[in-house]
């Protein structure tokens, strides 16, 4: 079964010394330029204190953390440490770490470096604690040495034994952590550009030398100039310790809109671009692009809001989910590769079951158990977002529409409710009580239970409405639980109970897709996008 | 301020100014007059009756519902069915009946187009007979109220309107009135304007003097015969400005401010959601926004015929 | 003339301070909260609750509105909450792109324009002066962004001829000093830079310049229709002047002066228009960024850029109206 391979996977990585990233076409010249179309520029250029894909993107290619991934797939891999290990209590994590590596500019990546790296991150200042910078260290390590959440860290130390073996100490078993470590946010950075070019306590961090202009990192490309509202451009790292790269320079441009991104690759404009459209895959293929979908490491879920009537009634949640058709909400709004649903996290991660109860399509039994109900012909408040394209919702009102039909079709009347996707409808839906059913999903960050069931059913939230005290201690316990191996048989548990409590109806897994021009060869695609660009070659 | 032009000869029709300089014939009869003789105005007026009667007939002309999204599972992210018996036109890129919604797109955009162009109207005549009133009637408080309003129609102004309109409709939320209601208020400065600016150079005429002359009292003067003398280029305003609503709420659409449902029958919404279906089913674009350019021709060639026949020597 | 333009500049003041109080009360207007547009789907309430108080919005609005004009008084238009740049910096760069697009799409509007409405206005009711004033009345009611999509289809999907997106091929390694990319190709000798940017401008600038254009072939049209039958214009050429002579002495210098204006008011509008047409083709300039400021509620920004563009739209006007003078000496500017 994939669950136990992929734990198992997890933890014998650590004799694994194989580096990830070795499985380019080779025989290719090289050179030249490859330009990726994105949605957006990045914010700014330290993950540290980065939360988005747009900044990730450019991150990647820049920087490297401890751990990376297994090429296509969301698991943990080596990748500046070559192997760890950890005590039994999993309080204490030992990094074997790779030797001759270099940052940027030049200095050692060593044990002292790490430990300078987890140093900062603890020590961030109280202005870029805050969820707008430092998210990710926040909530994975949930505490800092100073500030309000001083002292709830689980971080305790970081240990550097010579050179190449750092361990560090945790005050609170962590079973994500090596998973974690494979985010961006957490990658190396140089400590003595760091030192010369960042300042954590500036005003705003997002416009400091180094976030604006000296990243350093030990990834296969460097920085080379930011044209805000342009372009990012990054050239070949000539002592990359790894596969160089093929390309010279790498630049990343922001098209917003999905079509016009489409056309860009048609047109050769750009050699890529991601989130392409569903509608826009077969015309490209026909003009001859290459469209590449990705493995879906996603949920697009119809959320029911339970402080309103009659979603409150388990009876009418159900009814819903058996009037929903969900191979037609897939082939009408859903791009090829999409994988349909039956909760609320995708098949590769842990605690994924395939014993849930499931809703079969029967539009007569849903009608009939709406009437059981009494909520044949009521009226629902149906929200969903405009003008957004999401890596899991790439057309929601092309979504919504083939709902409401299906919703209509047996005795729903459906009052649709648009907003644009922020802040309104991002408002309206997490932050306020007043929206019934609603389209929302989530792409995971990085392999764990918790970013997915936890983020939606950890707390009571207005998002849906309801408060389960036992889901709510259950997930934290799950949480809290040292191994993998341990929180699986938690997390089935959990996803069983949800999908009879039935919050939401999850739909499907949706796979974002890529685009390239007919000459682009050597990309590696990644369900959770850790994509770096050293073995594209552009023809 | 009113832009200078310099001084202009008769019309170019001699015919039409011995129609106008004809004793007894009043200013509207003799403006009625003109137009049944323009041919552009016949064109304009045939496209502007159509438009308005497929709006009003809208359920006659088809059998089926707007907005309905039945079909919806006939259409694919790659394909929409074309015309078939059952669908003169085929299927909206929603699966609804295409014909059914640019038909049920007329009413919209006649509801939305004349609701906005009335605020406008409403609120610009207001303004604008407040200040051209005051600074009519002149005296220290006339001169302050019109200097006030002219300030706040000036800090209108100095936003251009499709961005003073975004800004409104932003505020408002996503629903059909915010639409209305921010085109509307767009249009408010250039009425105030244009009537402050025909009631001031009225009050400058003759007649004005002779009834000063006279001993009439100032205000009466002023509402009982500037005023309406000077609404004639406020109403042909009026009527361009509907062409102008009209592409302006499909423009609204298109950024994303208008209509809140997809399916709904509105044109510039139509527009926008046929954008990515372009390659497959260009007839989902090029329908609606024949439409818009269609019907904003009817209300500029007819408005400009009303603005010639009210005063034939403004020939534009 | 510089007294009419020191009380012109005087009398924007009360304007400027008016919008500046209104633009800050409709960013505060708009719903949602900009901590949560920052902070996106993961934001929790204490992150929105930190989120506002570094930035100051929990206080009250008008202490909030005082420190604003505090600081703009400093010079200081404020920070992007979205990318920390400060404002006005963020203007200075994006600006010339929008310039850069608006002129060159004035520029069509008024080389092609003018030219056609003079041709049109001296062969009245003929074939071709009707097909000037159809198709220039077609130009006005299409609207822009259809326009934009079917010349994106046409020319970059059927013909495969022009680029649809961004102000220049990232794969070129221009040098940029000025901000116009055009201009900065030719300063620093990177033709192809240079010639590349041009291409780039093409579709964009077509696309804003149809509605000026054509008000300006009817504007134009109606002018020389209305000066050729003028007396002095008859007398001249009765006198046996040179038909050239009358066109440039007499027709064209008189019919300038509504032409004028209509360019001067569209060039106005041209900031207006650039919203759509930015928008549609991903080119980076003012109306593209303000834009995407409302849907990322970003006070500052919102607040800044309009009243920069007001401030800009004000002075254009200004111009407009001194030019009056320069070219009608009848014109007393009052």
């Known amino acids: 079964m994939g669950l136990v391979g992929m734990t198992a996977g997890a933890l014998l990585l650590a004799g694994c010394a194989e580096s ?477 109970d949800v999908m009879e409590f039935l919050p939401g109806v999850p739909l499907a897994h949706p796979a974002p897709s890529l685009a390239f021009g007919p000459d682009v060869e050597g990309y590696q695609q990644s369900p959770v996008n850790d994509e770096v660009w050293n073995t594209v070659s552009v023809g | 301020m009113t832009i200078p032009l310099p001084p202009s000869g008769a019309g170019t029709d001699p015919l039409l100014t011995t129609a106008d300089d004809a004793p007894g014939v009043s200013l509207w009869r003799a403006a009625w007059r003109r137009l049944r003789r323009n041919p552009t105005a016949i064109v304009g007026a045939v496209i502007v009756a159509a438009f308005i009667l497929v709006a009003l007939l809208a359920p006659l002309l088809t059998p089926y519902e707007p907005g309905s999204a039945r079909w919806s599972g006939q259409v694919t992210p790659t394909s929409v069915p074309g015309p078939s018996p059952e669908h003169l036109l085929g299927l909206d890129r929603f699966g ?149 609503a009209i592409i302006e709420v499909a423009a609204l659409s298109f950024l994303g401010l208008g209509q809140p449902d997809p399916a709904v029958a509105e044109w510039g919404r139509m527009l926008v959601a046929a954008q990515d279906r372009f390659e497959a089913a260009p007839q989902l674009a090029l329908l609606p926004g024949g439409a818009i350019a269609i019907t904003a021709l009817g209300f500029t060639l007819f408005g400009e015929a009303l603005r010639e026949a009210l005063d034939p020597r403004s020939r534009r | 003339m510089l007294r009419f333009a020191l009380r012109r500049l005087a009398l924007m003041v009360p304007v400027l301070v008016g919008l500046s109080i209104l633009l800050f009360a409709w960013v505060r207007a708009l719903p949602g909260d900009p901590a949560r547009a920052l902070l996106g789907q993961r934001a929790t309430p204490e992150g929105i609750a930190r989120v506002n108080e570094v930035y100051g919005f929990n206080e009250p609005i ?20 979205k990318t920390g740049q400060p404002v006005l910096d963020s203007f200075v760069e994006k600006f010339p792109g929008t310039v850069e697009l608006g002129v060159t799409a004035l520029l069509l509007a008024v080389v092609i324009g003018v030219p056609m409405g003079y041709y049109a206005a001296r062969h009245q009711g003929r074939f071709l002066d009707t097909f000037i004033v159809s198709g220039s009345l077609l130009g006005v009611v299409t609207p822009v962004f259809f326009l934009a999509i079917l010349l994106k289809l046409v020319f970059a999907n059927w013909l495969d001829l022009l680029p649809t997106s961004l102000r220049q091929d990232p794969r070129i390694d221009a040098t940029h000093i000025t901000n116009f990319y055009v201009l900065d190709g030719l300063l620093t000798r990177e033709y192809d830079a240079a010639w590349d940017a041009l291409v780039h401008l093409v579709l964009p600038s077509v696309a804003l310049a149809t509605i000026p254009l054509a008000i300006i072939v009817r504007i134009t049209r109606a002018a020389v229709a209305e000066v050729l039958n003028e007396d002095y214009v008859r007398t001249a050429e009765s006198k046996g002047l040179a038909g050239h002579v009358v066109s440039r002495r007499h027709v064209l210098r008189n019919a300038l002066l509504p032409v004028v204006t209509t360019i001067g008011l569209q060039a106005g509008l041209l900031l207006s228009g650039a919203v759509l047409t930015e928008t549609v083709f991903a080119w980076n300039g003012i109306g593209k960024f303000l834009f995407e400021a409302i849907g990322q509620r970003d006070y500052p920004v919102l607040q800044g850029y309009i009243l920069f563009i007001a401030i800009i739209y004000a002075l254009i006007n200004l111009v407009v109206d001194m030019a009056y003078g320069v070219i009608d000496p009848r014109v007393r500017v009052s």
């Open chain 1, 20 to 496: 990830g990233r070795d499985g380019g076409e080779g025989g290719d010249e090289g050179g030249g330029t490859f330009v990726f179309a994105g949605a957006a520029e990045p914010e700014l250029l330290d993950p540290a204190f980065a939360s988005d894909g747009e900044t990730f993107r450019v991150a990647r290619q820049m920087f490297e953390g401890l751990v990376g991934t297994e090429p296509g797939t969301p698991d943990p891999a080596p990748l500046l440490a070559e192997s760890w290990e950890n005590t039994e209590d999993g309080l204490s994590y030992t990094f074997q770490l790779r030797e001759g590596v270099k940052f940027h500019d030049g200095t050692d990546f060593n044990a002292d470096a790490v430990c300078a790296n987890f140093d900062r991150w603890y020590n961030f200042p109280e202005g870029v604690q805050s969820d707008d910078f430092a998210y990710y260290y926040s909530k994975l390590f949930r505490g800092f040495a100073e500030g309000p959440k001083a002292g709830d860290g689980i971080f305790e130390s970081c240990e550097a034994n010579g050179e190449s073996e750092v361990t560090i100490n945790l005050t609170e078993p962590f079973a994500g952590f090596i998973a974690a470590l494979s985010l961006p946010a957490l990658s190396m950075q140089s400590p003595s550009a760091l030192e010369e070019y960042q300042d954590d306590a500036a005003a705003n961090v997002n416009t400091t030398e180094y976030s604006t202009a000296h990243p350093t990192g030990t990834g296969p490309f460097q920085f080379d100039s930011w044209d805000r509202g342009n372009r990012v451009t990054l050239t070949r790292f000539d002592d990359y310790w790894g596969e160089p790269a093929k390309v010279d320079t790498v630049a990343v441009v922001a098209i917003a809109d999905p079509k016009a991104r489409a056309t860009a690759v048609q047109n050769d404009e750009v050699d890529g671009a991601d989130l392409i459209g569903p509608a826009d895959i077969a015309p490209l293929e026909e003009a001859g692009m290459q469209v590449m979908p990705r493995d879906p490491f996603t949920v697009l879920y119809l959320g029911l809001n339970q402080k309103q009537k009659p979603l409150d009634d388990i009876e009418v949640r159900k009814a819903i989910a058996h009037a929903i058709d969900k191979e037609a909400v897939a082939s009408a709004s859903l791009p090829e590769g999409t994988e349909l649903a039956t909760q609320f996290m995708p098949q590769s991660v842990v605690g994924w079951n395939p014993d849930v109860t499931q809703y079969e399509y029967d539009p007569e039994k849903a009608r009939q158990m709406l009437k059981d109900a009494g909520a044949d012909g009521a009226t629902i408040e149906f929200n969903y977002p405009t003008d957004v394209s999401r890596p899991y919702m790439p057309s929601p009102a092309d979504t919504f529409n083939v709902l409401r039909s299906q919703l209509k079709e047996v005795g729903l009347k459906i009052k649709p409710v648009a907003d644009v996707w922020s802040p309104d409808y991002l408002d309206k839906i997490t932050g306020s009580p007043d929206h019934g059913m609603h389209l929302l999903g989530w792409t995971g960050d990085y392999n764990d239970s918790d970013n997915f069931v936890g983020v939606f059913f950890g707390t009571q939230t207005d998002e849906f409405g309801f408060d389960n005290p036992e889901l709510f201690k259950k997930l934290q316990a799950a949480r809290g639980v040292p191994t993998l191996e341990e929180q699986t048989p938690l997390y089935e548990e959990i996803n069983a």
């Open chain 2, 96 to 244: 609804s009946d295409l014909f059914t919604q640019l038909v049920y797109g007329a009413r919209q955009s006649l509801v939305y187009g004349v609701v906005a162009t009335a605020i406008g109207l409403t609120a610009g005549t207001a303004l604008g007979t407040l200040a051209g009133g005051a600074a009519s009637v002149g005296g220290r408080i006339g001169g302050w109220v019109d200097n006030a309003v002219m300030r706040l129609v000036d800090i209108m102004l100095s936003v251009p309107s499709l961005l003073l309109a975004v800004s409104i409709a932003a505020v408002l939320g996503q629903n059909p009135y915010a639409v209305m209601i921010a085109i509307g208020v767009a249009q408010v400065p250039i009425f105030a304007r244009l009537l402050r600016g025909s009631m001031l150079s009225q009050g400058r005429s003759d007649y004005v003097l002779a009834a000063e002359a006279l001993g009439l009292r100032k205000r009466r003067i002023v509402m009982g015969h500037v005023l309406p003398n000077s609404l004639g280029p406020t109403v042909v305003q009026a009527t361009l400005n509907l062409a102008v």
């Open chain 3, 62 to 81: 008008v202490q909030q509105y005082l420190k604003y004009v505090q600081a703009l008084l400093g010079g200081d238009f404020g920070r992007s909450i």
